[in-house]
């Protein structure tokens, strides 16, 4: 039937060169119509038995996945292997948001013997962000923290990447009511940057815009102004370099297009749409 229940589901079975042949057993448990958990037994001829799992959930403000596995003598590597990830979205109260998203891996190797195709072998870094936000027609703020597992180790480390905490951002954006199609906001942010190695600082930014934005049917034309200064107050410099670089810089746009729209076919089942672009 179409009832979900819990269960075995199918096995899968494969082979790789670095794991040799390798047997999947997933069992899935339904929890309950908002949670379900999916448990997964692999046998790797070469490396041992992995542990696996996957609990996701849906509550009235709240969305979230938590997955991960654990191989507890890998023969190959000769130590515990792990990974672990959690993924989460809870809505808060007065259109605030909370989001978190993070990963971890036991070894720099893992994915080179786990993963399925060539994207996963290649991650280089692995992010970890904590972020709270505010949306509404006009604004959008937020705090966030972040940071990155160096999984190439072969990176130099003044070239890998920072931890950003905090970062403040503010964004607004309004439309003047009347003839004149006015529309004005501005973005700004401010981050601060860790690390062990290297320069370290604070930078803050904003860019104050205005332009105007005419539209109608096959058309548009969107002139536009702005100035964004950026200033930097660093730490750990070179003898000689500025410590407090500022830098400001005018922008000036437009964009405009036209829209040729027609219904071509012997039933005008279908639509020909042209759209001519300069920015």
Do not use: C, M
């Not at 309004?174 to 190695?197: D, I, M, V």
């Amino acid at each position: 039937g179409d009832t979900r229940k819990s269960g075995f589901l199918f096995p899968s079975v494969g082979s790789t060169t670095r794991g040799g042949v390798q047997v999947t057993v997933p069992y899935y448990f339904n929890l309950a119509p908002n949670r379900d958990a999916t448990l997964s037994t692999t046998f790797f001829a070469r490396r041992g038995v992995n542990l696996g799992g996957e609990f996701r959930y849906l509550t009235e403000n709240s969305v979230g996945q938590l997955d991960g596995d654990v191989l507890p003598d890998d023969q190959e590597f000769g130590a515990t292997r792990s990974r672990i990830r959690f993924v989460n979205v809870t809505s808060l109260p007065q259109d605030w948001r909370l989001s978190i998203n993070a990963e971890d891996v036991s070894d720099a190797q893992y994915f080179e013997d786990f993963s399925q195709g060539i994207d996963g072998a290649s991650i280089a870094f692995l992010p970890r962000v904590l972020q709270l936000s505010y949306r509404d027609s006009n604004w959008r703020l937020g705090l966030l923290a972040r940071n990155f597992q160096t999984i190439d180790q072969e990176l130099l480390p003044e070239d890998r990447p920072y931890t950003e905490f905090p970062r403040l951002y503010a964004d607004g954006n309004w439309r003047l009511r009347g003839a004149l199609p006015l529309e004005y906001g501005f973005t700004s942010e401010a981050s601060g940057f860790q690390r062990n190695t290297g320069v370290e600082g604070y930078r803050v930014d904003v860019a104050p815009r205005v332009g105007l934005r005419y539209e109608g049917a096959g058309y548009f034309l969107r002139p536009a102004v702005a100035f964004q200064a950026t200033q930097y107050h660093l730490s750990d410099t070179t003898p000689g370099q500025d410590s407090s670089p500022l830098r400001t810089l005018p922008v000036a746009s437009v964009d405009a297009g036209l829209l040729f729209e027609r219904p071509v076919g012997s039933r005008a089942s279908r639509r020909l749409t042209l759209e001519p672009r300069l920015l």
